[in-house]
């Protein structure tokens, strides 16, 4: 117990601590617009995409800057979701199928960049690996203060657009109507989402972080069909599996961050599956038990 008290007592812990809880709670409440919206596997895109523009960053300025690798990342995010776009508008291609090309092909180019700075740069000095899978350990206070503050924001415009982002996502045709701004509102939920692959990153990895887009939410309709509640549930979930994946990895040295989130939020999602009070299959199945029985 002890243990545990100087454990979170640390200061840097408590950085960690926060910017987990903040980080997964903008995940889930942002992810739920996107489930809605069925275009859940274009955050698996952007997060694969944002390694070639982390890579790209390190092999101009030859330093470790956080704020280099989250501009870079950001900006080969933007760039994926144009070819997206593209693809899907200039071809008869599906947008399934598009999110799968660009997808392999942007977390290709980032495969290569790395093994070219690992062999040629010292990438593994340089914290790079830590990008793919993500390493609370590895953070300093800066890069968990950048993902605080940019999951608040996150956080804060998902409130302030929550009911014109609900309008657009059910019915975008009603939304024209009252003069709202779909175009615009879409770009800036592409914009939030972008945002939340780029500041989560380093702690989740490129390779999970859409795994906090797309799980809490999906968890979060086992328990409600009302979106403003769904959403923080979801937001609660995302932030609960950042904490506790968050502590363990931290306490583990070595542990990756990345998966262990997503075992906590695999792991939320199986309950809520059995036991979800509005769609759970045990729920389900006692209360088609009763109905019977009366």
């Given at each position: 117990m002890n243990s545990l008290i100087d454990f979170?007592?640390?200061?840097?812990?408590?950085?960690?601590?926060?910017?987990?809880?903040?980080?997964?709670?903008?995940?889930?409440?942002?992810?739920?617009?996107?489930?809605?919206?069925?275009?859940?596997?274009?955050?698996?895109?952007?997060?694969?995409?944002t390694l070639p523009g982390v890579c790209i960053a390190y092999i101009i300025s030859g330093v470790k800057s956080t704020p280099l690798f989250l501009t870079g990342a950001a900006l080969t995010g933007l760039l994926a979701t144009y070819f997206i776009q593209a693809i899907v508008k200039h071809s008869r291609i599906k947008t399934d199928a598009s999110i799968g090309v660009v997808l392999s092909v942007f977390f290709g180019i980032g495969i290569v960049l790395l093994t070219y700075i690992t062999k040629n740069m010292g990438g593994n000095q340089s914290g790079l690996d830590d990008f793919i899978f993500g390493q609370a350990a590895s953070m300093v206070r800066g890069d968990i203060q950048t993902i605080a503050v940019g999951s608040f924001l996150i956080i804060l415009f998902t409130s302030l657009f929550f009911?014109?982002?609900?309008?657009?996502?059910?019915?975008?045709?009603?939304?024209?109507?009252?003069?709202?701004?779909?175009?615009?509102?879409?770009?800036?939920?592409?914009?939030?989402?972008?945002?939340?692959?780029?500041?989560?990153?380093?702690?989740?990895?490129?390779?999970?972080?859409?795994?906090?887009?797309?799980?809490?939410?999906?968890?979060?309709?086992?328990?409600?069909?009302?979106?403003?509640?769904?959403?923080?549930?979801?937001?609660?979930?995302?932030?609960?599996?950042?904490?506790?994946?968050?502590?363990?990895?931290?306490?583990?040295?070595?542990?990756?961050?990345?998966?262990?989130?997503?075992?906590?939020?695999?792991?939320?999602?199986?309950?809520?599956?059995?036991?979800?009070?509005?769609?759970?299959?045990?729920?389900?199945?006692?209360?088609?038990?009763?109905?019977?029985?009366?």
């Open positions: 979170l007592s640390n200061p840097n812990t408590q950085w960690v601590l926060t910017g987990s809880i903040l980080l997964g709670f903008a995940s889930g409440l942002i992810g739920s617009f996107v489930l809605l919206k069925k275009q859940s596997l274009i955050g698996d895109a952007m997060a694969h995409a009911k014109e982002f609900k309008i657009a996502v059910f019915d975008p045709n009603y939304a024209k109507g009252l003069g709202i701004p779909v175009g615009l509102i879409n770009s800036i939920l592409m914009a939030l989402v972008i945002g939340v692959v780029v500041v989560g990153i380093q702690m989740v990895g490129v390779v999970l972080i859409a795994a906090l887009l797309i799980t809490p939410p999906l968890a979060a309709r086992y328990w409600t069909d009302r979106l403003g509640l769904m959403s923080f549930i979801s937001g609660i979930i995302g932030a609960l599996s950042g904490v506790v994946g968050t502590t363990v990895s931290t306490i583990g040295e070595g542990l990756p961050t990345g998966p262990l989130i997503v075992l906590v939020t695999s792991a939320l999602f199986l309950l809520s599956l059995l036991f979800g009070k509005s769609k759970g299959l045990i729920t389900r199945f006692f209360i088609s038990k009763g109905v019977r029985h009366t």
